[in-house]
């Protein structure tokens, strides 16, 4: 057992706490941001992303800085696309938000986990998928077959043959609870035993039984997720390549909210393409960055103004929350 797991293990109900609550500050920001409309899935998930990852940064440092061990935390909301297809015209996102982890350990040695959620908002503990696109996605989700990305920039026509075919736990349901702030059994007013966002397999029937918070220690500790590989062609599954993938089109992407009023977000750039390498440093990675343009350079000189008539696509997209930790070297 590495150094930064046993500090995990030895801090998960004050870790998980804190994950909590960073995950409650998410909601009531979604709920603010979107007056006088209710929250949509999407909202959540931004608010996820962009307001959630910092506290997780500050507490991931707080927790392993004293020990040596460095955090980098980088986020980006991408309500967009990739869009996949297969089975004759089945047509899905790939899912709203992947969660990608690199731990260095002091020798070196670099582990790679990943985690991709499909959201759904819901004013029960459970859900059950019944409509058409939904039961679409559930497939991709429980049975991987060959899928081809479409309407996707710089992917279009590009297969992926992802193995086993059956599902597993680097894809995952996201149930978030939109009763609202007036619902204490939503988690949204911090009872105990409630919180705001549950994980669930990839089945017909959703429970909210875990929090998004224990699934996130867990991940950490690569006790849950499916791992990865960040050298392209290295991994026979391809389960790789689609997260490779997803961390690319990030680096591409343009999005506008204006259910939540994103569009007078600042905005700012992150390259995630050095995460393909496993020689990668990790310098590059900042805290909550969103993507606002095609090739923005650092400075923003290059970066593309959100415009009014951009189309806010409520047909998904996949937001990303990297993070990286690193042990001190070791020193013979």
């Known amino acids: 057992m590495s150094t930064f797991q046993s500090i995990v293990l030895h801090n998960e109900l004050g870790l998980t706490s804190s994950f909590e609550h960073a995950i409650r500050v998410t909601m009531h920001k979604a709920w603010n941001q979107s007056k006088p409309n209710p929250p949509q899935e999407p909202d959540y998930v931004a608010m996820l992303v962009l307001e959630g990852t ?14 040596g061990i ?13 869009m996949v297809e297969f089975n004759v015209k089945q047509r899905c996102e790939l899912g709203d938000i992947l969660f990608v982890h690199r731990h260095i350990a002091a020798d070196g040695t670099i582990s790679n986990n990943s985690l991709l959620l499909q959201a759904k908002a819901t004013a029960s503990s459970t859900h059950t998928i019944t409509t058409t696109n939904d039961l679409i996605q559930l497939s991709l989700y429980q ?45 949204m007013a911090g009872l105990p ?8 397999p990839a089945k017909t029937q959703l429970f909210a039984h875990r929090s998004l918070a224990n699934v996130l220690v867990d991940f ?9 590989i960040n050298t392209r062609g290295a991994d026979a599954t391809q389960w790789s390549e689609v997260v490779l993938d997803i961390l690319d089109y990030g680096s591409t992407a343009l999005f506008n909210r204006k259910n939540s009023r994103l569009k007078a977000k600042k905005r700012s750039t992150m390259d ?10 990790g310098s590059e990675i900042q805290t909550a960055k969103i993507i606002s343009g095609h090739s923005a350079s650092p400075d923003g000189a290059n970066d593309h103004p959100m415009n009014d008539n951009f189309v806010d696509d409520n047909n998904g997209g996949v937001s990303i929350v990297a ?10």
């Open 272 to 281: 995630f393409s050095s995460w393909n390498s496993e020689t990668g440093t």
């Open 54 to 67: 910092p506290i997780i940064h500050k507490t991931l440092q707080s927790l392993l800085g004293p020990h």
């Open 220 to 228: 950490l500790l690569g006790l849950n997720g499916r791992a990865y």
């Open 193 to 200: 035993s409630t919180y705001c966002m549950g994980v669930w």
């Open 323 to 332: 993070i990286e930790t690193r042990e001190p070297k070791q020193f013979d």
């Open 143 to 187: 049975n991987w077959p060959d899928f081809e990305y479409f309407r996707t920039l710089g992917l279009i026509g590009t297969k992926r043959f992802v193995t086993p075919k059956a599902s597993h736990f680097g894809a995952q349901y996201l149930l978030i609870d939109n009763s609202g702030p007036l619902n204490l059994t939503s988690g």
């Open 70 to 82: 460095s955090v980098s935390v980088a986020s980006v909301f991408c309500h967009q696309r990739p």
